[in-house]
């Protein structure tokens, strides 16, 4: 499983795709999660909107298995 490190609070599915080149641009996305099974925390999904937040895991059909990670800020 991947970690991705993301600097917000929750990221859509489709920006997802496009930050791990799965997909190249998020025109992509919609097209790409009809072709595909893409699985957020076991649920199969197919909404390129669906937010996405810390510790959700993303399973992508012969592509990998992903886990949302926030960055903390110290101050």
């Known amino acids: 499983m991947k970690?991705?490190?993301i600097?917000?609070?929750f990221i859509?599915?489709?920006q997802f795709l496009k930050l791990v080149d799965i997909i190249q641009s998020g025109g992509q996305?919609?097209?790409?999660l009809l072709e595909k099974d893409v699985y957020v925390n076991q649920l199969k999904e197919n909404r390129r909107g669906k937010k996405l937040y810390e510790d959700d895991i993303i399973i992508?059909?012969?592509v990998g298995e992903y886990r949302i990670r926030t960055q903390k800020l110290n101050w």
């Not at 996305?29 to 790409?32: G, N, S, W």
Request: aromatic share 12%; charged share 30%.
């Open 60 to 62: 992508v059909e012969n």
């Open 12 to 14: 859509t599915l489709g």
């Open 7 to 9: 600097d917000s609070e």
């Open 29 to 32: 996305a919609k097209f790409f």
């Open 3 to 5: 970690d991705i490190l």
